[in-house]
């Protein structure tokens, strides 16, 4: 029961923020605040109060709908929240009670982010990649011994992508996902971020291929969505993906 206890408030502080990143990914796109701004109903400005704005349990008690106006509210917002609470719960699973838990929750929670803000505007945000960057500059300082894998992982696949970039002008891999396997790399060291890059560039050849059959998607995609999936993969199952592989060899 304990344990069942320490998921379920893991899983609240999740939704929790979670509700934050709905508001970050409405906002950065356009450049307004984040912070000073007061949450309001997109159709017809009905600042929300404090009851309005719990997370998942909001929308569903409202039913999906605006209080004032009766319009509906985007299911985004409840994905969004829950989405976010089963990535802390995962990274809980995996990491227990410690810093790495942490960070891995930070790191989780900006993947989210830039990934919708990708996939609606195929850019990823600098701010977000620059917090990346610092929470694996956090995170190589707390395991400094091994100081230099995640060093190598900084440029390990970003200075390949930067060629690519450099050499199709921005038409082969965006400026955006350069930096983001460059933070990514500084997070989790080079063996991590080279499988984490194998596996994103896995799904979105896989995934986007059904969209395109399916939806009829065109052939430009973005790469931060797949990318950030690749990243989430190689934390949770790294190891034993490249034990396995290792195991080949040996």
């Known amino acids: 029961m304990f344990t069942v206890l320490i998921y379920i408030v893991i899983f609240l502080y999740g939704i929790v923020v979670g509700s934050f990143l709905n508001v970050c990914i409405l906002r950065i796109p356009k450049g307004e605040s984040i912070v000073t701004e007061r949450s309001h109903c997109m159709s017809c400005g009905y600042r929300l109060k404090w009851y309005d704005m ?44 410690t810093w790495d838990m942490l960070l891995v929750c930070l790191l989780f929670s900006a993947l989210l982010t830039l990934s919708v803000i990708d996939f609606r505007t195929y850019e990823i945000p600098f701010g977000i990649n620059l917090f990346i960057c610092v929470l694996g500059v956090i995170r190589m300082s707390l395991d400094y011994r091994h100081w230099s894998q995640y060093v190598i992982g900084f440029f390990a696949i970003s200075v390949p992508l930067l060629l690519l970039f450099l050499a199709t002008k921005g038409k082969g891999i965006g400026g955006g996902d350069v930096k983001l396997m460059a933070a ?24 986007h291929i059904i969209r395109m059959k399916i939806a009829g998607e065109g052939r430009v995609l ?27 060899f040996l």
């Open 184 to 207: 990514a790399g500084l997070f989790l060291g080079w063996k991590t971020v080279i499988l984490a890059f194998i596996l994103g560039c896995f799904y979105g050849s896989v995934i």
């Open 222 to 248: 973005a790469m931060g969505p797949y990318l950030s999936m690749g990243i989430v993969t190689a934390l949770v199952f790294g190891d034993r993906i490249i034990g396995w592989y290792m195991s080949l």
């Open 54 to 97: 719990f997370p998942v349990f909001s929308y569903l008690f409202l039913r999906g709908k605006c209080r004032q106006c009766g319009e509906r509210i985007s299911v985004q917002y409840p994905l969004i929240e829950a989405a976010n609470g089963l990535l802390w719960i995962i990274s809980f699973a995996c990491f227990g009670f």
